[in-house]
């Protein structure tokens, strides 16, 4: 493959080879792992950088298999450059610590992640003295109004964790650069199968790679895809000099994982769809939040933004009190209790009227919800669980 020009392939074949090669000193067609903290020096180390990452140094500076994942990372974005880090929460702050200084001002969506939310909410404004606005993304004229002479960045998710709120990467991205501001998308929820934000003109795009492009649940990593000089600031600030570098053993499984992400992606696409349209029909089901079903809020965008599908994580309500969502937790044999997304079983996760971040959820979440992470399980199997839970709680379905 070393003579191949992965951009020609298909995303498919270079989610198999983009990054690797054969080792040529055993022969092994697959990677090792490289666990080593440190590497031989060359004669005379008196003058080096120790905070060079092109180098092999020392593990945090950078290794073997964090090379390998960060070039199918970027290849698969269509990126200049990426960096991998420990967890998609590192990669999110060794962003924003590289590209934010003490004055600047933030406008990031009322719909994130909830570090992020931390991040701009509570721990940056005032010990950094960093601006921040919480808006609206889906809606152009808020992030408009909040633009402000300091404004260096605005960030946000879509779909949106956890409401699947659609904002228009495309409007926001020319509003921010007819202004000089940058923007950072955080493309966890689509995956660059369904989304590749770069396409439309992102500055940054974030990753956890803990969730669909791992995809089996076993590890941690996150990545920042961007242009070369700013994956080396990253490197150097957040990597090597504040230390969020992965294990190399992590990277290594992500890298193995990575090989069947669009295989996987599409039947995620493809049962969470089937599951939100079966959810949609349910007498006891109050509202689905699904930007795959005609009826949601941002259908429109999301087709046109998410090419193969609408991704794997939906959200929806029942109609009762809130201890009957603990209750169908329980009759569930399929889906487990359970934080995270892009494993292979589907995961659920009850998030009571008393989560402190509802105020800014639409109205139909305010009772309490489920936000569910599809796997890639049989469809009908999972729809047959829903069903036998429901009916086991005396809530009426319909097939
Ligand atoms: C999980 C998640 C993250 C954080 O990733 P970790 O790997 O858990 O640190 C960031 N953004 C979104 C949208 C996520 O779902």
Not at 12 to 20: C, L
Not at 276 to 301: I, M, R, T
């Amino acid at each position: 493959m070393s003579d191949m020009n992965y951009d020609e392939l298909s995303f498919t074949t270079r989610s198999i080879h983009a990054g690797t090669e054969p080792d040529p000193a055993s022969g092994a067609i697959e990677p090792s792992i490289y666990m080593a903290n440190s590497f031989l020096l060359p004669y005379d180390p008196s003058t080096m950088n120790w905070s060079a990452s092109e180098e092999k140094i020392y593990t945090r500076n950078g290794g073997v298999n964090q090379g390998m994942l960060e070039k199918k990372v970027a290849n698969l974005h269509g990126g200049e450059d990426c960096v991998v880090l420990a967890s998609g929460v590192a990669a999110l702050s060794g962003l924003f610590f590289t590209k934010l200084k003490k004055g600047d001002h933030v406008i990031f969506s009322t719909v994130t992640y909830v570090a992020t939310y931390r991040i701009f909410n509570e721990l940056w404004c005032d010990k950094w003295g960093i601006e921040t606005s919480i808006v609206d993304c889906t809606d152009i004229e808020k992030v408009r109004a909040a633009i402000r002479p300091n404004t260096k960045l605005i960030h946000f998710e879509t779909p949106g964790n956890p409401t699947c709120c659609i904002c228009d990467i495309e409007a926001i991205v020319k509003l921010a650069h007819e202004n000089n501001i940058e923007v950072s998308v955080d493309n966890t929820f689509s995956s660059p199968y369904n989304t590749r934000p770069l396409e439309y003109g992102v500055d940054y795009v974030v990753e956890s790679l803990t969730k669909y492009i791992n995809g089996h649940g076993d590890s941690m990593g996150g990545a920042i895809i961007a242009d070369h000089k700013t994956c080396e600031d990253i490197r150097y600030q957040a990597q090597v000099n504040i230390g969020g570098c992965i294990s190399p053993f992590n990277a290594w499984l992500i890298q193995r994982g990575s090989q069947t992400f669009p295989l996987r992606m599409q039947v995620h696409n493809d049962n969470a769809l089937a599951v939100a349209e079966w959810l949609d029909k349910q007498p006891c089901v109050s509202f689905v939040a699904y930007p795959g079903l005609p009826n949601f809020k941002g259908h429109e965008l999301a087709k046109k933004q998410m090419k193969h599908g609408f991704g794997g994580v939906l959200s929806f309500g029942l109609k009762g009190e809130h201890d009957l969502y603990n209750r169908v937790v329980t009759h569930l044999n399929i889906f487990t209790s359970a934080v995270s997304l892009g494993n292979t079983g589907s995961l659920i996760v009850f998030l009571g009227e008393d989560d402190e971040r509802m105020y800014l959820y639409p109205e139909e979440f305010h009772g309490g919800f489920y936000r569910v992470a599809i796997g890639i399980e049989d469809k009908n199997d999972l729809i047959n669980d829903l069903r036998q839970a429901f009916k086991a709680e005396g809530l009426e379905t319909v097939d």
